[in-house]
């Protein structure tokens, strides 16, 4: 599967922003998804993700209460809104997909926070939040 983020853009604190990831292909909506950052100088971090039917969602607790991860499998889209933005938000934003696992649910929260989880990502949508 080919991911497509965007949405990203320059953004005074306290605003939010829209990203978008658009899925190649009728079997993304089996995939579970996530959202995970790379600040310059700093490894790739879990954000949000979100399991194949929307079911399940997890949230790292720097976003928790500000950002809402969301799925339209019939529009192969996975949408991060933000709200609230901070200084500390600004990075490269990351989607990505398990595409070795279909229609797989876990309890786990470590499956979906983990970067080796998933092994289809898109190329990045920048955000800057300034102060």
């Known amino acids: 599967v080919q991911l497509q983020a965007c949405g990203g853009g320059l953004v005074q604190a306290g605003g939010s922003l829209r990203l978008s990831c658009a899925g190649s292909?009728?079997?993304?909506?089996?995939?579970?998804m996530g959202w995970f950052r790379q600040a310059p100088g700093k490894e790739r971090e879990f954000v949000a993700a979100i399991s194949w039917n929307g079911g399940t969602t997890y949230y790292a607790d720097s976003v928790k209460g500000r950002f809402t991860i969301s799925r339209d499998n019939a529009k192969n889209t996975v949408l991060l809104q933000m709200n609230s933005l901070k200084p500390e938000d600004t990075a490269v934003y990351y989607c990505a997909a398990d595409s070795t696992k279909s229609y797989y649910s876990s309890s786990s929260y470590h499956y979906y926070t983990e970067v080796t989880s998933y092994d289809c990502w898109g190329q990045g949508t920048l955000v800057t939040v300034s102060s």
């Open positions: 292909g009728r079997i993304f909506s089996r995939y579970s």
